[in-house]
């Protein structure tokens, strides 16, 4: 008879999504992990406003990597740019991008970020969103031509990346920097305790 109780699991991460910007801000904290990107399609995902719907896409994420690993725990974010009351999302094109530059231009916005983190062995899930104020400041029309030329704006919400280049033209944030890059990296020890998972542990231990 075997009187030894199981050791503690092993845990495996798995970050569903291909954003560099991520990944970077999970190697940073130290986790190691895989990355699986979801399929979903984003537009067939219902959603009421901009908290529902980063909420909505990252479970959505999570949930569809899971169903392809069921030993892993999952984390999915979704990050949309918020101007008015209107979702700016990812610029399909140059012109899309330059357009939502210029609406920002020397105006305040919101980043709305939603976080999944689902262990999928176990089916346990919980979610968040954070909200952070961004102020851009003005520009040129030669300074966003510039820009957008250089490519990265393309596939950023918003049409920038506040890690890159597009730094230069942030004037002020309210709120966590981490979520405006894309994942609200405070935020993540709570969701992660909500399943029964102390993430400290896994960053920490030597």
């Known amino acids: 008879m075997n009187l030894h109780s199981p050791g ?15 990944a970077a801000l999970l190697r940073q904290i130290g986790l190691s992990f895989e990355v699986v990107p979801s399929r979903i399609r984003e537009d067939d995902i219902p959603s ?15 949930q569809h990597v899971a169903e392809h690993l069921r030993d892993k725990v999952i984390i999915a974010a979704d990050t949309v740019v ?18 939502m530059l210029s609406l920002l231009s020397g105006r305040w916005h919101h ?10 062995s176990t089916g346990a899930r919980s979610s968040c969103h954070e909200v952070t104020g961004v102020r851009m400041k003005d520009l040129s029309c030669q300074a966003i031509k510039t820009y957008v030329e250089s490519g990265e704006p393309l596939g950023k919400a918003g049409a920038y990346a506040i890690q890159g280049r597009g730094g ?5 944030i309210k709120g966590c920097y981490f979520n405006v890059v894309g994942l609200p990296l405070a935020k993540l020890p ?3 305790s909500d399943i029964g998972i102390n993430i400290y542990n896994e960053l920490f231990r030597r």
């Open 190 to 192: 709570n969701i992660f």
């Open 111 to 120: 980043v709305v970020t939603g976080v999944t983190v689902l262990d999928a």
């Open 82 to 99: 918020v101007l008015d009351d209107e979702i700016l999302g990812k610029p399909e094109n140059q012109e899309a991008a330059e357009g």
């Open 48 to 62: 009421d406003g901009p908290r529902d719907k980063v909420i909505s896409l990252s479970q959505a994420k999570a």
């Open 168 to 172: 230069i033209f942030i004037e002020s």
């Open 8 to 22: 503690p699991r092993s845990l495996g991460f798995v970050l569903a999504s291909a954003s560099p910007a991520r």
